[in-house]
């Protein structure tokens, strides 16, 4: 249960970005998408394991998952209106906090 806490913290801290968008533009996600590829990139190519991180990627193999949310963070912000990439982002964020809150409540996976 203390994975699942540190994922919904980090599903909140996507609300930090999206706000801190609104005073910095887009240089911000879109430097950290930059700064988890190259982390993804080290990981996956040279057997780099960041200390904290690594105990909660769920799949070694394949990106993490921070990285492709960022992606789809500035592709919405560089795509559409500010205020449309908002609700986007927004639905994504909770509808997924949600998503993860109700299905480790459920305690029941499905295959």
């Given at each position: 249960m203390k994975k699942e806490g540190f994922r919904h913290i980090m599903q909140l801290a996507w609300l930090i970005v999206l706000?801190?968008?609104?005073?910095?533009g887009i240089w911000l996600p879109f430097v950290?998408?930059?700064?988890?590829?190259i982390m993804d990139i080290a990981r996956l190519s040279y057997g780099v394991k960041f200390p904290?991180?690594?105990?909660?990627i769920r799949h070694k193999h394949d990106l993490f998952t921070p990285t492709y949310t960022m992606l789809g963070m500035v592709l919405a912000l560089a795509v559409f209106?500010?205020?449309i990439a908002a609700i986007a982002i927004l639905m994504m964020i909770f509808g997924d906090l949600a998503a993860n809150f109700f299905g480790v409540s459920a305690k029941r996976r499905l295959p």
């Open positions: 706000i801190l968008f609104f005073y910095w950290l998408l930059i700064i988890f590829l904290y991180i690594h105990k909660y209106d500010k205020s």
